[in-house]
């Protein structure tokens, strides 16, 4: 059996997305601005396209909407012409977002401080979500944008938007919510949170790679990045990808209908395997409460188990799961999140993500279970800070002790 547990990293495509997109690579190819039939053809199929991601996020309008290629266009669009239209061009000097943000977020952030603007990092809890409060204390009057994610793609974590949506309405600051790992996962309505930028991704609902979104409220000016042949109204310029963005109206919409069904369902498969895996084996947490986390997800550190020795014997099993982002994860550095929360180095190298789909099956799960299990057992036993001190028997965990300097 293959077990894919990344979904946080990137999905399947599912099969009804590649069915609609596949017309439009071969048989319907015309440019969409071109004037003749052959680019006029794909209009139609376009456009229910716009009002499928429109309709998923209860945007108030079709022009809210911008495809981009991917969540970190999105991500480098709004901090950088924000930078723009607001610090070189405005009175403003200040961005504030938080520790725990992707890389697409935190290295544009970085960049922005080399030219001189001042970016600050807000902390999170002992659960890794930042505080609306916190927020609160930290916007001045010199600060032109808040940069906050609505779900933590290593923890599953839910940060609390609407309540920093209200604040940041209530001081007239912009406010910028990387949403890549929250559409899809959970309800995300627009009307119901006072958001300017949202950005996403197709590929973490199971849409393509190389297509993503960001919406605009109101579609307001935001100067753009890419110049050129003024397609999308001018803010973003470069043929459209059509077959893509087919491909991501119909996973936004087949994600987004009876989503409360679907998160029910994964997160009962989740839920299961957690309580297995805390139950089975000792010395074991998992961080933030279920109640706060996208469905799907799951941070569990293993004490004494390195978390790349983990991947590896876990792809023995052809069990595919993740140390953190995938984009960090060739670094061998220390989980982000968990330092943020708290945890040493040593802890911080434990961490594995569990990211489930609504594709993953019961005995997915179960398949899980046994060869984590087994595993961690396996490797226990030869980790250095790790003692056995009774070898598993018939099943049962082994009994295990940390070294008192932990
Ligand atoms: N996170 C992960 O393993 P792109 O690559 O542009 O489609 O998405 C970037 C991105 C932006 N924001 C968040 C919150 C994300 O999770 C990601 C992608 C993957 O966690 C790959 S690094």
Known sequence: MKVYMDNNATTMTSPEVVEQMVPF?????????????????????????????????????KDDI???????ESNNWVLQSVWIDKIVNGDKNHIVTTEVEHPSVLSTCKFLEE???????????????VEAHTVKSF???KTALVSIMWANNETGMIFPI??????????????????????????????????????MSAHKFHGPKGIGALYIKDSQELTPMMHGGSQMGGRRSGTLNVPYIIGMGKAIEMATENIEEKMASISAKRN?????????????????????RTPNTILISIRGVEGEGMLWDLNKFDIGASTGSACASEDLEANTVMLAIGADHELAHTGIRLSLSRYTSDEEVDYVI????????RLRAISSSYAIVKPTKGGEAAECHIPAHH
Not at 115 to 129: A, D, F, M, S
Request: net charge negative; glycine share 6%.
């Open 139 to 141: 916007i001045t009057e």
């Open 66 to 72: 911008v495809f981009t290629s991917c969540a970190t």
């Open 115 to 129: 030219q001189g603007v001042k970016v600050t990092y807000l902390p999170v809890n002992e659960e890794g979500i």
């Open 162 to 199: 609407k309540e920093i949506g209200e604040i940041c309405k209530a001081k007239g600051v912009l406010f910028h919510t990387d949403g890549v790992q929250a559409v899809g996962k959970i309800p995300v309505d627009m009307q119901d949170v006072h958001v300017d930028f949202m950005s």
């Open 272 to 292: 299961r395997l957690e309580d297995a895996l805390l139950k089975v084996i000792p010395e074991t947490f998992t961080v933030g409460k279920r109640e706060h």
């Open 25 to 61: 690579f071969s048989e319907i190819y015309g440019n969409p601005n071109s004037l003749h039939k052959f680019g006029t053809q794909s209009r139609p199929a376009l456009s229910r396209a716009i009002d499928q991601v429109y309709k998923a996020i209860n945007a108030s309008d």
């Open 370 to 377: 046994e060869h984590f299990t087994e595993a961690v057992t």
